[in-house]
């Protein structure tokens, strides 16, 4: 952006009027970071010798609770986005 035009003079989007929602991470990317770390530490885990994992159980296991993370991470946000004001444009 060139500092020589006042931001008044800028439309909307460079003036940097951005929603609310735009800096909130997704839900989809914080669960999918928290797989990526649950199987890096399982992963180190057994091969420390600490534990004997069986794959299909740790399978199993992220796969129900990254359905459950994302869906309550869903809900969470549809409800937020219903307290917003509408600007009567659908």
Known sequence: ???YYPA???PD??????E???TRPRVGTVVWGLIIIALAALTVI???G???LNGTYVLIGLMIGAGAALVVGGL???RG??????????
């Open 1 to 3: 952006m060139n500092s």
């Open 8 to 10: 008044a003079d800028l």
């Open 13 to 18: 989007a460079a003036a940097g009027s951005a």
């Open 20 to 22: 609310p929602d735009a």
């Open 46 to 48: 057994s091969r420390l």
């Open 50 to 52: 600490l534990v004997a």
């Open 76 to 78: 969470l946000s549809a």
């Open 81 to 90: 986005r219903d307290k917003d004001t509408t600007n009567g444009k659908s």
